[in-house]
């Protein structure tokens, strides 16, 4: 059994869970994980690793197949509701997974992989039904999960955490935000990514605590629930933030001021995924008297740095190691650098993945000799807090707390009939973080980016889609013919 799981055996009479508003139990929770895990592992004495994929919106239902696969000893795979077919086949073929279990919302929208790929697809309620079986002894060295995260390749990558990994990014968090099992979190992100699965879910989970799933973000509600005073922690992405801002900006000056006062209660507000802007936090702490706990992450190393909870925030900055990470700052050269000198952030610790899934040789890339991940992300050491100045890659773009790479969107877009080139970058925006956005040398003189938008949503989901776009005869190039994609954000 995992510790996580055998943790919440303590917790068992307490609300562990609250999805389309009925209250779950962490007794409950293990009962529907028991069964899910006897009805996976269907006679057998361990899943071995094998790889089970889910497609299951923010639910009850979506944690018992997580805590069910864990306890039968396999690999668990989340899958992302916004996805169209093709990016949920490549993740399928990439993980190898033999079957995926789905909510009846997506068994339809699945079923024609079954022919395509002979993937089994497997009604959530099939899943659900008692069961009882004898369960594996789960080596926390054992692989845990999959996440798909794009990095400088076109394709997303599968970055495989063990349970050890898992227990070390949850516990650094329980112990640095001093989580308790009185709290009570709200979810709103999706659960295929760290921030969602490790900081909300998992973090309440272990500490006996409550999470309520939001499927799908929407700012009323979200000021609703804050209003009913229920939350004592919240967490999200700076887009968010920036949606909250602007559904308070709308309401009469009554409201705005019951809603503050409720938001001004809670214990902890923290923001991650990307920067969060200097104004985006002024503007909540002249709202809410919250001040952002701001902290930076990656799917790989789970949460790397944070503000202090008790001591400073410093706005625009990421503070300091979480305990338990080791942290360096290296010039291209690969030495630290000092005080006030950018450089590269380098991670070791417990919390960094294994490996990237059947990739060995960009496993072995993504590390130092000496066992540094590589973040790729560009960082300083200001006044004695770490503050993070961008990315060593153009071909990664953040928006609305989502990775993307301008590659995979180019790859797509080539294989339009009307598209002879193009290049894609991410352009600055308030509320995104960066917006999508494509240069399109086109085959003939006209282009229809409607037709393009509507071909391009059938291959990818629509935060990749770009918001932007200008047409030109030929892409900006250097003396060796790479697109020069500064220049190119300097055309839109
Ligand atoms: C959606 N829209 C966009 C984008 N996304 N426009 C520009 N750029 C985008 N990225 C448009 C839609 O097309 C639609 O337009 C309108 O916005 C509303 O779309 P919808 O999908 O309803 O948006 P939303 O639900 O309001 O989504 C905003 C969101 C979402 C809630 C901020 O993007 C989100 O959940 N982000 C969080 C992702 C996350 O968890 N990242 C963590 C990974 P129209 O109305 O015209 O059709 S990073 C991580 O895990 C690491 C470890 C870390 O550090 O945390
Ligand atoms: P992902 O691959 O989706 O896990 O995204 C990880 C990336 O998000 C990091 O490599 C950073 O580039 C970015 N990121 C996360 N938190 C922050 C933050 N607080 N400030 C700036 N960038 C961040």
Redesign the pocket.
């Known amino acids: 059994m995992t510790q996580l799981i055998e943790r919440a055996k303590n917790f068992k009479g307490r609300t562990a869970l609250v999805s389309h508003g009925n209250s779950y139990s962490y007794r409950q929770l293990l009962q529907a994980s028991q069964n899910i895990a006897a009805n996976l592992l269907e006679g057998k004495s361990d899943l071995n690793e094998a790889r089970i994929a889910f497609l299951v919106p923010p639910s009850f239902e979506y944690t018992a197949i997580q805590w069910g696969i864990w306890a039968g000893g396999g690999i668990a795979v989340p899958l992302c509701d916004l996805h169209p077919l093709p990016s949920i086949q490549y993740v399928l073929e990439d993980a190898q997974a033999d079957i995926v279990i789905a909510h009846a919302d997506y068994v339809g929208f699945l079923k024609p992989l079954e022919a395509i790929i002979g993937i089994s697809v497997v009604g959530l309620e099939s899943i659900l039904e008692e069961s009882t079986s004898e369960l594996p002894e789960i080596d926390s060295a054992r692989r845990a999960m999959i996440l798909y995260t794009s990095g400088t390749t076109s394709k997303p990558k599968g970055v495989v955490t063990t349970h050890a990994n898992i227990e070390a990014q949850i516990t650094t968090l329980v112990n640095a935000w001093e989580w308790e099992k009185d709290d009570y979190i709200l979810n709103i992100?999706?659960l295929h990514?760290?921030?969602?699965i490790i900081n909300v879910m998992s973090c309440a989970l272990w500490s006996g605590a409550c999470c309520e799933f939001l499927p799908?973000?929407d700012a009323e509600k979200v000021w609703s629930i804050i209003e009913s005073g229920r939350l004592t922690l919240f967490m999200a992405?700076p887009?968010?933030y920036y949606?909250l801002i602007s559904y308070w900006g709308e309401v009469l000056p009554e409201q705005q001021k019951v809603l503050s006062e409720a938001a001004s209660k809670l214990r902890l507000m923290v923001s991650?995924?990307a920067a969060l802007p200097v104004p985006v936090l002024e503007k909540w702490k002249e709202i809410t008297s919250q001040t952002l706990l701001e902290r930076?992450?990656?799917?790989e190393i789970g949460m790397g740095l944070s503000n202090s909870y008790r001591g400073q925030r410093r706005p625009g900055h990421v503070g300091l190691p979480l305990p338990g990470v080791e942290m360096q700052l290296v010039d291209s050269d690969n030495y630290v650098v000092g005080e006030n000198e950018p450089g590269e952030f380098q991670i070791k610790g417990p919390s960094v993945f294994k490996e990237y899934w059947r990739k060995p040789e960009a496993t072995q890339k993504a590390f130092t000799e000496d066992g540094w991940f590589i973040t790729g992300d560009i960082g300083v050491l200001n006044n004695g807090l770490y503050k993070i100045l961008g990315r060593d890659s153009v071909d990664i773009i953040k928006?609305?707390?989502?990775?993307i790479s301008a590659l995979e969107i180019e790859d797509v877009l080539r294989k339009h009939e009307l598209v002879d080139d193009c290049a894609v970058v991410g352009l600055p925006d308030e509320e995104?973080g960066e917006?999508?956005s494509a240069c399109i040398v086109p085959k003939k003189e006209e282009l229809d980016f409607e037709l393009i938008t509507g071909w391009l949503k059938e291959q990818l989901p629509?935060?990749k889609i770009p918001?932007n776009y200008i047409v030109r005869k030929e892409l900006p190039r250097n003396v060796l013919g790479k697109v020069t994609k500064n220049e190119l954000k300097k055309m839109f």
């Open positions: 992100l999706p990514h760290v921030h969602g799908k973000f992405v887009t968010i949606k991650g995924s930076y992450g990656m799917t928006s609305g707390g989502y990775k995104w917006v999508v629509a935060y918001r």
